[in-house]
């Protein structure tokens, strides 16, 4: 069974609070709350952005119900404090009791739930945990529930990129949002559950992302696995949030290739790894070059504060809350606080990006 949220051991944020005052101001023009996450991330443009997408994101074709249940049960699965306390107050929110919650913490097997959606469940449940991820037999089943293939194209991403999200906050061990629980569980939930939607309805809203074709996804880095989200919103913004990851300089491009690589290996994707590879031989690498920084997460090319990224992002594959913010903070003591921002966001991304990869399985 996944860990409860009260047995979430979490510690102190890794890295402080740093607010933009302009870009708060942003959140705020487009109808969004200001999150403890949105604070400790805000000198990563291209990582609060994406950031900002993971939290307000809503797949086109799934209920808001669905989705939220999806996201509650893969930050579980996560053993993200922050995300999954902030994910069960929204489902009080959208009216579900106490024990119906818990049921669906404790995966069992629920009356409430028809098959298709019991499926869907299980589906987030096995790509968050990815021990293995699912495969084609997974998909196959959801086609034959009656999810199309765009559905099942949201839901992956929705989840892959919920990953993300889980570890950019772990990695942060970002403080919990505890007001927003409190008030979700107190006598007056019903008032915030009313203004949520008015406010999304009169508020001035996210701003639009147009959906891009195949050929435009797959151009750029890991274009591969992004591909198959054409004509999706989330295509645009898994692009985005991979073109910028590699257009910054607070890393080497080949750090982060190699970051993506040791992830695909250990989630065990031929693709992601093919695709990292890709890169570091346009970075001049050798095979030989790339099998011994697989084989020894080290690699003589790296800058010597980079020395200890790659068996990092093996740990932030699979952990424990504490012990992961732990090896981060020591991490961040090599690196200083800009370049560990954006390792903790090329971790995180990675991550999503080799989850997303089962649809080319």
Request: charged share 20%; aromatic share 8%; with cysteine.
């Amino acid at each position: 069974m996944a860990v409860l949220l009260s047995e979430i051991q979490w510690s102190d944020p890794v890295l402080p609070a740093a607010p933009d005052a302009a870009w708060e101001a942003e959140l705020k023009r487009r109808g969004a709350p200001v999150l403890e996450v949105d604070r400790r991330v805000a000198a990563s443009r291209w990582l609060r952005e994406a950031a900002y997408q993971a939290t307000n994101y809503m797949p086109a074709a799934l209920p808001e119900r669905l989705h939220r249940m999806g996201s509650m049960v893969t930050a579980q699965e996560n053993s993200c404090r922050y995300c999954y306390g902030a994910n069960r107050a929204y489902m009080k929110l959208l009216g579900y009791s106490e024990s119906f919650i818990q049921q669906v913490e404790r995966d069992v097997q629920m009356a409430e739930l028809d098959a298709k959606e019991r499926a869907y469940i299980a589906f987030c449940r096995s790509l968050a945990r990815s021990r293995p991820r699912p495969a084609a037999a997974e998909r196959a089943a959801l086609l034959e529930l009656g999810y199309t293939p765009a559905q099942i194209g949201e839901i992956a991403f929705a989840i892959s990129f919920g990953c993300f999200f889980n570890r950019v906050s772990t990695l942060l061990a970002c403080p919990p949002e505890k007001k927003f629980e409190r008030m979700a569980a107190g006598p007056f939930r019903w008032l915030l559950a009313l203004a949520m939607p008015l406010m999304k309805k009169f508020g001035p809203g996210r701003p639009e992302t147009a959906a891009l074709d195949r050929a435009t996804l797959a151009a750029g880095p890991f274009g591969v696995v992004v591909a198959p989200l054409a004509g999706l919103q989330a295509g645009t913004i898994m692009k985005a949030a991979l073109d910028g990851s590699f257009e910054s300089g607070l890393l080497s491009r080949s750090a982060k290739a190699l970051m993506f690589a040791v992830v695909a290996r250990t989630l065990g994707c031929p693709h992601c790894e093919a695709a990292a590879t890709r890169l570091l031989l346009e970075d001049g690498f050798g095979q030989a070059d790339i099998d011994s920084a697989m084989a020894t997460l080290r690699s003589p090319r790296l800058a010597q504060g980079e020395a200890g990224l790659l068996a990092w992002a093996r740990d932030t594959v699979y952990y424990e809350p504490s012990s992961i913010q732990q090896k981060t903070r020591a991490l961040g003591a090599e690196l200083g606080a800009a370049a560990l921002l954006e390792a903790i966001g090329v971790a995180s991304l990675a991550n999503a990006t080799v989850r997303l990869a089962m649809l080319l399985e």
